[in-house]
């Protein structure tokens, strides 16, 4: 069983940066395809990105595409996003999320592993 947690949320002025962290368990990390999907107050679980076992492979929700991006330290069995040029917008629960082989990357649905999430307040 994989085990993932969220770290580096934090508060953040409109503009600004943060580097969140999926550090994970195990000895085939990569393996797995891991997402960062989101939820706001009141709102559904949002896709934001994933990145493939071998991280050659990245997907991006058209919301974020050229202000983050995902990345991934096999070695460190570490996931990365790194968020610049924040909006109020992306103020959420971030959660990342994997699968060895998931049944599409854009549904919470397709993840069988999940971490705790990390809040990212974004002001104005």
């Known amino acids: 069983q994989v085990q993932l947690a969220e770290s580096g949320g934090g508060l953040v002025q409109a503009g600004g940066s943060l580097r969140l962290s999926c550090a994970a368990s195990?000895?085939?990390?990569?393996?797995?395809?891991v997402a960062w999907f989101r939820q706001a107050p009141g709102k559904e679980r949002e896709f934001v990105t994933a990145i493939s076992g071998s991280g050659l492979s990245t997907y991006y929700a058209d919301s974020v595409k050229g202000r983050f991006t995902i990345s991934r330290d096999n070695a460190e069995n570490t996931v990365y996003l790194q968020m610049n040029n924040l909006k109020p917008e992306d103020t959420a629960v971030y959660y990342c999320a994997a699968d060895h082989n998931p049944p599409g990357n854009t549904r919470p649905w397709a993840y069988d592993y999940w971490g705790q999430g990390t809040q990212v307040t974004v002001s104005s």
């Open positions: 195990g000895r085939t990390f990569g393996s797995y395809v």
